[in-house]
């Protein structure tokens, strides 16, 4: 069982920018892949950005290229979205997730696919004001 918690959210200006975390337990961090989608009210749960195991392969949403980016620091056990240059529409809660323990390989990543995340945080709040 991962437990995910995100943190970071919160009331911006357009124009700003947050760092989103995501801290899991456990002492196997590594052997997950990871995943940041966002879920704005009356829409579906859309992806965000992904990340292998190892940190290096990386995939976003084609609206968001440029403006975000996802890391994680293993020995830490958390993941992070760095997002910038936010707009009104970046408003969503948004929610980290796992794929399961050692289910992608070192290099791989996860991608878009929902079906591809085990463990899903209960999600972190982001306002962006015009």
């Known amino acids: 069982q991962v437990q995910l918690v995100e943190s970071g959210g919160g009331l911006v200006q357009a124009g700003g920018s947050l760092r989103l975390s995501c801290a899991a337990s456990?002492?196997?961090?590594?052997?997950?892949?990871m995943g940041w989608f966002r879920q704005a009210p009356g829409k579906e749960r859309d992806f965000v950005a992904s990340?292998?195991?190892?940190?290096?392969?990386?995939i976003y949403a084609d609206s968001l290229k440029g403006r975000f980016t996802i890391s994680r620091d293993n020995a830490k056990n958390t993941a992070y979205l760095q997002m910038n240059s936010l707009t009104p529409e970046d408003t969503a809660v948004y929610y980290c997730?796992?794929?399961?323990?050692?289910?992608?390989?070192?290099?791989?990543?996860?991608?878009?696919?929902?079906?591809?995340?085990?463990?899903w945080g209960q999600g972190t709040q982001v306002t962006v004001s015009s």
């Open positions: 997730a796992t794929t399961g323990s050692f289910s992608f390989n070192y290099m791989s990543n996860p991608g878009n696919q929902t079906s591809n995340y085990y463990y």
């Open positions: 990340i292998s195991r190892s940190g290096t392969n990386t």
């Open positions: 456990g002492r196997t961090f590594s052997s997950y892949a």
